[in-house]
């Protein structure tokens, strides 16, 4: 039986925010080991932001390439904040 499409975007949105907590997590248990936890994320951050910006992609319109690459950078910055955790 065929999801509605409804139905299937929220499932969608939440494989997205699940993915991004188990990552946020991973990211902080990682961190807090380092000597400097606002650094590591600070330079882990610029990393992924860089690879971000050049990594190739699947062929696709500039339009659709630019929005990708946007919400790539939106993902890095809402999961690595550069705050201790709570």
Known sequence: MAEDEETATARYIASNISTQLMLKTIIEII???SDNPDKYRARL???LF???DT???????TTREDKVRAFVR???NTVLTNSPPN
């Open 74 to 76: 939106e993902t890095i």
């Open 31 to 33: 961190s807090t080991m």
């Open 50 to 52: 860089e690879l971000a």
């Open 55 to 61: 990594m190739p992609l699947a062929a696709m319109t």
């Open 45 to 47: 951050k610029a990393k």
